[in-house]
T-cell receptor, first 116, second 112 residues
Framework: AQKITQTQPGMFVQEKEAVTLDCTYDTSDPSYGLFWYKQPSSGEMIFLIYQGSYDQQNATEGRYSLNFQKARKSANLVISASQLGDSAMYFCAMRELTGGGNKLTFGTGTQLKVEL | EPEVTQTPSHQVTQMGQEVILRCVPISNHLYFYWYRQILGQKVEFLVSFYNNEISEKSEIFDDQFSVERPDGSNFTLKIRSTKLEDSAMYFC??????????FGSGTRLTVV
């Protein structure tokens, strides 16, 4: 089974609107961390936001927030007030802290296009 | 803000040649990693390195690959006898703790 599933290969959103990028995960490790990265066309991986499995509150970083639903094993990224510069590929990733070492397992990504 | 630095940003090499990709992790980080992203595909873990030795490696990381920390700052990935399918973006990353996982900007390797 895939550890990280991103079911939206591509998404469109209008500028200034909010958009939700889906991510579900699969793990039996009780301790894990979830990450979102942005990859613009230039190729670098930009860290956006982190959620720990024991964190009580949903993570927020500026216009980014993570809708963490532990029972459903989902960690959706919400981008508010989209900007043209948000157009990029977005990856969800997981780190299993007990049995997974320190490596990150990535999803297949969602290509986001912000339109005027 | 501290950065992970990778050089070169682009490398073109002939099939069968050896390449060395270089990385300078963030100075107080203890864990170092290499990942690979074949064009249009997801990012894949290659190897993690801690305390001057490999702590974990994927099935991709076979005898063709090796890593080294030749001094106190650099972390290198060597690919011997490169193949066309080694063409990819290679990312170095480092981490200090559970959250601080920082990637470099990548080296785009093209094998011709």
């Amino acid at each position: 089974a895939q550890k990280i599933t991103q079911t939206q290969p591509g998404m469109f959103v209008q500028e200034k609107e909010a958009v939700t990028l889906d991510c579900t995960y699969d793990t039996s490790d009780p301790s894990y961390g979830l990450f979102w990265y942005k990859q613009p066309s230039s190729g670098e991986m930009i860290f956006l936001i982190y959620q720990g499995s024991y964190d009580q509150q949903n993570a927020t970083e500026g216009r980014y927030s993570l809708n963490f639903q532990k029972a459903r094993k989902s960690a959706n990224l919400v981008i508010s007030a989209s900007q043209l510069g948000d157009s990029a590929m977005y990856f969800c990733a997981m780190r299993e802290l007990t049995g997974g070492g320190n490596k990150l397992t990535f999803g297949t990504g969602t290509q986001l296009k912000v339109e005027l | 803000e501290p950065e992970v630095t990778q050089t070169p940003s682009h490398q073109v090499t002939q099939m069968g040649q050896e390449v060395i990709l270089r990385c300078v992790p963030i100075s107080n980080h203890l864990y170092f990693y290499w990942y690979r992203q074949i064009l249009g595909q997801k990012v894949e873990f290659l190897v993690s390195f801690y305390n001057n030795e490999i702590s974990e490696k994927s099935e991709i990381f076979d005898d063709q690959f090796s890593v080294e920390r030749p001094d106190g700052s650099n972390f290198t990935l060597k690919i011997r006898s490169t193949k066309l399918e080694d063409s990819a973006m290679y990312f170095c990353a480092s981490s200090e703790d559970l959250h601080g996982y920082t990637f470099g900007s990548g080296t785009r390797l093209t094998v011709v």
